[in-house]
């Protein structure tokens, strides 16, 4: 059965990074789109854009192409901008999918859920760079890679972009939990993902707040898309069906 996805990258990332992944749905007959969020366009001022303004691009993405019945894919970041879709696009969205991404209580912000030390790298970082951060490379290639050898983890860290902090440090507006929602919401976990300590994992600590949530796993890092496209393909097509 043909589904209509829409593939919401993360921090650093644009839609471009999720093209690979795109077109193996693509291939299995899926139609899928890959929006860039605000923020995360070559042109956006990084100091001028927050979650809120992130959330607006997806939904008028979603409008202005006039999807119905959408298979909402979120990684990581990714997670806390298709957190407020239901309520935004009340009827559009068939299922929620969170592919080792942020589920956000109402009032939290992103950087409520990573460790300490993430929060001081990034509240530094942002000052010295115009409120916009980036992954030092050791992080990506140890943490965000360890799934990919060094000439994949040195080409794909060259891709990324300097992303808006106010995105991580503003709050989720969420007037009902998310558990609440009687729509259909799945949680893909990726085993080895270290992006997150697995003493803070994403699975079962975030995904647990879906409420009823079906779980979908595969062996690799935090950054499929780049490693294994064809494998994120099938697993996100099995979080996203019926």
């Known amino acids: 059965m043909a589904d209509t996805y829409v593939l919401v990258h993360g921090a650093w990332h644009t839609g471009a990074d999720m093209e690979a992944t795109a077109q193996h749905l693509r291939q299995r007959g899926h139609t899928v789109h890959c929006p860039t969020l605000a923020g995360n366009r070559p042109d956006d001022a990084r100091d001028a854009i927050g979650l809120a303004e992130a959330v607006d691009s997806l939904a008028?993405?979603?409008?202005?192409?006039?999807?119905?019945?959408?298979?909402?894919?979120?990684?990581?970041?990714?997670?806390?901008?298709?957190?407020?879709?239901?309520?935004?696009?009340?009827?559009?969205?068939?299922?929620?999918?969170?592919?080792?991404?942020?589920?956000?209580?109402?009032?939290?912000?992103?950087?409520?859920?990573?460790?300490?030390?993430?929060?001081?790298?990034?509240?530094?970082?942002?000052?010295?760079?115009?409120?916009?951060?980036?992954?030092?490379?050791?992080?990506?290639?140890?943490?965000?890679?360890?799934?990919?050898?060094?000439?994949?983890?040195?080409?794909?860290?060259?891709?990324?972009?300097?992303?808006?902090?106010?995105?991580?440090?503003?709050?989720?507006?969420?007037?009902?939990?998310?558990?609440?929602?009687?729509?259909?919401?799945?949680?893909?976990?990726?085993?080895?993902?270290?992006?997150?300590?697995?003493?803070?994992p994403w699975h079962p600590r975030l995904s647990e707040r879906l409420g009823l949530f079906r779980l979908v796993e595969c062996e690799g890092g935090h950054e499929l898309c780049f490693s294994n496209p064809e494998l994120l393909a099938r697993k996100l097509e099995e979080a996203g069906r019926d």
């Open 60 to 200: 008028a993405f979603v409008e202005q192409h006039d999807l119905q019945q959408v298979r909402l894919v979120g990684h990581s970041y990714g997670g806390m901008v298709i957190s407020h879709m239901p309520r935004r696009l009340p009827g559009r969205v068939r299922r929620l999918v969170y592919w080792n991404a942020f589920v956000p209580l109402d009032g939290e912000c992103l950087n409520d859920l990573v460790p300490p030390h993430y929060r001081a790298l990034f509240d530094g970082v942002a000052a010295a760079n115009g409120q916009a951060v980036m992954l030092p490379y050791p992080i990506w290639r140890e943490s965000f890679m360890n799934d990919a050898d060094e000439a994949l983890a040195r080409s794909t860290y060259a891709l990324l972009n300097p992303h808006p902090y106010r995105t991580f440090t503003e709050p989720a507006v969420l007037p009902q939990p998310l558990a609440a929602l009687e729509i259909g919401k799945s949680y893909l976990n990726a085993r080895q993902d270290t992006a997150l300590p697995h003493s803070l």
